[in-house]
């Protein structure tokens, strides 16, 4: 009984402390949108061409080929990964630091009200206090699909669908 305690606790806080980090990267930031038909729209003739298209591919790309040299590489995949999460941990700071220390807490990151514990009451589909290994894999599949909301298939569905 202990143990399933310390791993419902363990469980519990990972799920809590994942929230926030799914609500901090959901505000992503500017380079990392989706395209409005707007922005696709150069011309803003009401409709969206190929060269378009291209264009604005070729856009993206030069805004992360910082080296010019028409390769998106390694350091500049992650030169661009380190940008956006220093930008979103600045917005969780910001929104979340209540002390006003620059740094954040495991109590300033808690979810508030009782959401954790509802999420925890969520992955323990049959009620029995803890979270077996098949609620566990079951709660990460649903909040993986849960985060790929918008981003492509969902369901293992073709994109042709």
Same mark, same amino acid.
């Given at each position: 009984? !202990?143990?399933?305690?310390?791993? @419902? ?18 505000? #992503? ?9 707007? =922005?696709?729209?150069?011309? *803003?003739? #009401? ?15 030069? !805004? ?5 040299? #028409?390769?998106?590489?390694? =350091? ?6 380190? @940008?956006?999460?220093?930008?979103r941990h600045a917005r969780m700071v910001e929104r979340l ?5 620059? !740094?954040?807490?495991?109590d300033e990151m808690k979810p508030k009200g009782d959401r ?6 969520? *992955? ?5 206090? #803890?979270?077996?290994e098949a609620e566990f894999t079951e709660m990460t599949k !649903? ?11 969902? =369901?293992?569905?073709?994109?042709? =669908?």
């Open positions: 009984m !202990k143990h399933t305690t310390f791993i @419902a606790a363990v469980i519990g806080a990972a799920v809590s402390i994942t929230g926030t980090t799914v609500l901090a990267e959901r505000a #992503g930031s500017e380079g990392h949108k989706r395209p409005s038909f707007s =922005d696709l729209d150069a011309n *803003a003739d #009401g409709q969206i061409t190929l060269e378009e298209m291209q264009a604005h591919g070729a856009a993206r790309m030069a !805004k992360v080929d910082t080296d010019g040299d #028409g390769f998106f590489s390694e =350091d500049e995949a992650v030169a661009a990964a380190t @940008a956006r999460a220093k930008e630091d209540a002390d006003k220390d620059g !740094k954040l807490s495991l954790g514990a509802k999420m925890f009451e969520r *992955a323990d589909a049959d009620k029995s206090g #803890g979270i077996s !649903k909040m993986e699909q849960h985060m790929r909301k918008g981003h492509g298939p969902k =369901d293992d569905k073709p994109a042709n =669908d």
